[in-house]
């Protein structure tokens, strides 16, 4: 058994990489839509995003789009100029890069109604290596579109609520670290 406890590590340390991820529901119940009281940038504000966390958006694909643009075409609701556009009513986002993030409505109208949110994606402060710089926060435009965006369908279970994310992740490390041991011993 001694000779898979490398191995066994491995994984574990693999499993709970992952685990570090947050999957966010935007605004709070992931419905886009014009929003009634609190707008979406309100609650962007309220959360951390890192590389890894996905955005997800719900909405009726007859009704109503996600579109991906830059800062000039959300600050003027411009649904023609577009670095991505999801319509399949279930959207989920993936930040693969730090940065300032631009999402409208591709319902001008509801865009113009506040149905617009800007993330910005904090840089990964990890030492794992990076396959393309990270773009300043504070620039007046997005990143390049290239190797940004990674669109995932999500089949798995809702994460638990984000209060909880960290003591799932310390809970997850201590097992993990537990379990190696273990196995290091034998």
Same mark, same amino acid.
């Given at each position: 058994?001694?000779?898979?406890?490398?191995?066994?590590?491995?994984?574990?340390?693999?499993?709970?990489?992952?685990?570090?991820?947050?999957?966010?529901?935007?605004?709070?119940?992931?419905?886009?839509?014009?929003?009634?009281?609190?707008?979406?940038?309100?609650?962007?504000?309220?959360?951390?995003?890192?590389?890894?966390?996905?955005?997800?958006?719900?909405?009726?694909?007859?009704?109503?789009?996600?579109?991906?643009?830059?800062?000039?075409?959300?600050?003027?609701?411009?649904?023609?100029?577009?670095?991505?556009?999801?319509?399949?009513?279930?959207?989920?986002?993936?930040?693969?890069?730090?940065?300032?993030?631009?999402?409208?409505?591709?319902?001008?109208?509801?865009?113009?109604?506040?149905?617009?949110?800007?993330?910005?994606?904090?840089?990964?402060?990890?030492?794992?290596?990076?396959?393309? =710089?990270?773009?300043? =926060?504070?620039?007046?435009?997005? =990143?390049?579109?290239?190797?940004?965006?990674?669109?995932? =369908?999500?089949?798995?279970?809702?994460?638990?609520?984000?209060?909880?994310?960290?003591?799932?992740?310390?809970?997850?490390?201590?097992?993990?670290?537990?379990?190696?041991?273990?196995?290091?011993?034998?």
């Amino acid at each position: 058994m001694a000779k898979y406890s490398g191995l066994i590590f491995l994984c574990l340390v693999l499993l709970a990489t992952v685990a570090v991820a947050t999957e966010f529901k935007v605004g709070g119940s992931g419905k886009w839509d014009v929003p009634d009281s609190m707008s979406y940038n309100q609650w962007a504000e309220k959360h951390r995003f890192q590389v890894g966390d996905t955005l997800v958006f719900s909405y009726l694909p007859d009704k109503d789009s996600v579109l991906l643009v830059d800062v000039k075409a959300y600050n003027s609701c411009d649904t023609s100029s577009v670095i991505d556009r999801f319509n399949d009513g279930n959207t989920v986002f993936t930040f693969t890069t730090s940065g300032p993030f631009y999402f409208i409505s591709g319902n001008k109208d509801n865009c113009e109604k506040n149905e617009k949110l800007h993330v910005v994606v904090m840089a990964d402060r990890s030492k794992r290596p990076s396959s393309a =710089p990270s773009p300043s =926060p504070y620039s007046s435009s997005p =990143p390049t579109p290239s190797g940004m965006v990674e669109i995932t =369908p999500s089949t798995s279970p809702p994460p638990p609520p984000n209060e909880a994310s960290s003591v799932v992740l310390g809970f997850m490390g201590t097992l993990g670290a537990a379990i190696a041991a273990f196995f290091y011993a034998l």
